[in-house]
Structure formats: C-alpha cells, structure tokens
C-alpha cells in the first residue's frame, strides 16, 4: 500500500541521490577502512533512514511494508553494509517492540530509534542454535523484580553500536522448545552485558557483527516485550517474517546495480574486435539477468502488499527471501563472468558485491530454512 504517491516519490528520489552522490563514491573507501564515516550516518539521520517503519505518532516515517520495499530498492544500488547500519533498527532490532511491546515500551525506545539516536540488535542466534532457533540456551530467570540472564549471542549484527537488544532467551527451563522463550528488550551498559570483539567476516566491510554476552547481566522484568513470558520465539518469527521481505527487496536492489555494472562494461569492453556485449553468450547472461531480477522484484512488491492488506505471508515472504536471494548469487556470479578476468581483481568493485552477497542466502534464514517453511506451510495448508 502507498498512502500519498507523491510524498514517497520525495523520499526514494532523496534516497537514490543520497545512493548516487554520497554512498557509492565512499564505497572503496569504506570496504577498506571497515567504517562508515560519521558524517554520512548523520546524513542517513537527517534523511530519516533510521525512523523509516518508526510509527508517525513515535516521531518516525511509519511506512507501509509497500513503501519500505521502495526505499529498500533505492537503497540496494550501493553496498549493503550502508542498509545494515539502519536496518536492524528498523528491522529486526525493533520489530519485535512494535509488533508485540507495550504501550510503554513503545513510548520508551521509539521515538529515539526513530531519530537514530539508539540503534536496536537482534539477538537470537547463539553457538549452538542457529537454523534451529528455538534450541537457544540463553536462560532468563526471573529473580524478584528482575532477570538475571547468562549465555552468549553470536554473529549479532550491528552489536557493537547497539544501544538496546531484542533478545530472545529461555525464562523456563523445564520447557526446552518454542514455548520457553521470551523476548525483553536489553539496554547496551546494562552490567554483565560485553560484547565481544568484532568478527572477521567474508564481505560487508564497514557492517558489523560480533558476540554478545551476558553473565549474570540483571535485566528489570518491565523489560519483558509485552509483559507476558513464552512469546519471544513468535515474536522472533513474526519480526524475521517481515525481515525477509525487506532482505529480499535489498537482493534487488544490489542485483540491479550488479546488472547495470556488468552492462556497462559489456558495452565498453572489445575483444576479437566488437563490444562484448553484442556475443550473444554474453548476452544470455546479461537477458538471464534481467529476467530473474524482475521476477524478484514483482514478488517482492506482491507480498509486501498483501502483508499491508493484513494477509497471512509466511509463505511469500519465505518466497521472496528464497528466489531473490540465490537470485542475488547468481547474477553477482554472471556478473563477475562477464568482467572476466577484471571481475576478480578489487579495483573493478564487482568482485567485493559477489563477497558481500553471498551473507543473503544465509542471515534471517537460510535458503534451506526458508524451503522449509514454504513446504511445511503447503502441506498444512494441504492436510487442514
Ligand atoms: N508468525 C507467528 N508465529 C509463528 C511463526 C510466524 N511466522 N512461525 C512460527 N510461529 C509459531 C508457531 O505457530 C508455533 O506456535 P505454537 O507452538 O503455538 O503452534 C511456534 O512459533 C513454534 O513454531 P515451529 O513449531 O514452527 O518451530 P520450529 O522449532 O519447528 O522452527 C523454524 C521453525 C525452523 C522455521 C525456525 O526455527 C526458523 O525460522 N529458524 C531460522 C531462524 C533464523 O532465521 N535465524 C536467523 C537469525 S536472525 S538474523
């Protein structure tokens, strides 16, 4: 759903200039330092990055799952570190506050997520429970007016610039499955919470992921998301349910601009005396391309507006997370190829997206994960 065509086409045209002008000349720079320079996060403040699915009435932009898939896409045509810097705060990190927090909780933390002043994490995954989330062992355990965590969340994005944390841990024991976790929000400074140092990661330099760990770390119990124990794994799946719409929107968005690059360097490029863009086994890559990558884009932008019709999307976004992001892969691949032996040397840029892209078919769900729920959800569907 778009509210007003025109105020959106204000915000992804602010977006692709911030894109064009400021982000992808400082991408070099940043894939080599491993930071984002403080004066573009302040752009990206000051452009209302951080505040994007922030409600109005808690001083954010509010968009609809439709209008973030806009902005998602704009955001695409640069290196994805920049998206992960905001993104789990208007993702993963606060979702889980909107969706299923109380009214005070809200009042709280969002308004300062909006501006960008908190950045919020997520953390779910622990050493021992990744796919398989709801094996976390995490414990929380209720100690008057608190509870007093310990155990250790892993590869947490943005867990180093984190202000707070939607953490997911086990406030019973005796329950090892789903139904034993709850979710709380997490304030970064809270004693017994470190965070470790930060991981050495394949791509996306300049985004950053590390351990996060908590030893008898005492968190007030009006920290517990929406007061109730035993929600945190439905709330973790309903805030990942959305994330992958949003992911699936960034695959785009980075196979555009992958696309766009391998094309302009199909039409420069001459051997055995014509642009290699006129063979057609270029061509075959170039056509596969373009055609995935519209597939991708017309799901992306179906399920999002069935999630702002208030429909069930389990599957669709389960979907759109699957095909964009091999989709992704496939065309960082294609690209490469068609750069030849200049796609895998790094002053090109080509060879740094085919790294960075590869983390899509893996974070908020595996390709596998994602198989998985659109299977099981048929064959409910099927035997109900
Ligand atoms: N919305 C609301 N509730 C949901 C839900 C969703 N999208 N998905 C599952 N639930 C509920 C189920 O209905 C079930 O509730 P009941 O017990 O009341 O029926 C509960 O959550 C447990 O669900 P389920 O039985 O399907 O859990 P499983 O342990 O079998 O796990 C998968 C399901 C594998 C899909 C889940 O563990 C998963 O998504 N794993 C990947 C985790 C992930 O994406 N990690 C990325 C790290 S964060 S970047």
Do not use: W
Request: glycine content about 10%.
């Amino acid at each position: 759903m778009i509210r007003d065509p025109q105020t959106l086409d204000a915000l992804v045209d602010a977006v692709e200039r911030f894109v064009r002008e400021r982000l992808v000349p400082a991408e070099a720079a940043v894939a080599e330092t491993d930071e984002i320079p403080d004066e573009l996060v302040r752009e990206m403040k000051a452009l209302g990055l951080f505040g994007l699915t922030v409600p109005e009435a808690y001083g954010g932009l509010g968009v609809t799952m439709e209008e973030e898939v806009m902005v998602m896409l704009a955001m695409g045509q640069t290196s994805p570190c920049f998206r992960s810097l905001f993104g789990t705060t208007v993702g993963i990190g606060s979702q889980g506050i909107l969706l299923d927090g109380t009214e005070a909780q809200k009042k709280k933390y969002l308004p300062r997520l909006a501006t960008g002043e908190l950045i919020a994490s997520f953390a779910l995954t622990e050493p021992g429970a990744g796919s398989d989330a709801a094996s976390l062992r995490t414990t929380a355990i209720r100690d008057g007016d608190h509870y007093v965590v310990n155990g250790t969340k892993r590869f947490i994005t943005n867990a180093p610039h984190a202000g707070i944390f939607t953490l997911m841990a086990r406030t019973d024991p005796a329950n090892k499955g789903a139904g034993g976790v709850s979710a709380f929000i997490v304030e970064a400074g809270t004693p017994g919470l470190s965070i470790g140092k930060r991981d050495k990661k394949m791509g996306q330099r300049g985004a950053h992921t590390a351990d996060v760990i908590f030893e008898n770390c005492r968190v007030p119990a009006s920290q517990l998301i929406g007061g109730k124990e035993g929600q945190g794994f439905k709330t973790a799946m309903k805030v990942l349910e959305k994330g992958r719409i949003h992911i699936a929107a960034i695959c785009v968005g980075v196979a555009e601009r992958m696309l766009r690059d391998a094309l302009d360097y199909a039409v420069e490029r001459e051997q055995f005396g014509q642009r290699i863009a006129e063979f057609q086994l270029v061509q075959a890559m170039l056509a596969d391309s373009k055609a995935e990558i519209y597939a991708a884009r017309s799901m992306v932008i179906d399920a999002a507006r069935k999630r702002d019709e208030g429909l069930d999307v389990s599957t669709e976004a389960s979907c759109c997370k699957l095909f964009a992001s091999e989709m992704c892969g496939r065309v960082a691949d294609r690209a490469v190829q068609i750069f030849g032996g200049a796609g895998y040397i790094a002053d090109y840029g080509i060879e740094r997206f085919y790294r960075d892209v590869r983390l899509f078919r893996l974070y908020e769900g595996t390709s596998q994960i994602q198989q998985i729920v659109i299977a099981r959800n048929m064959v409910r569907e099927a035997t109900q």
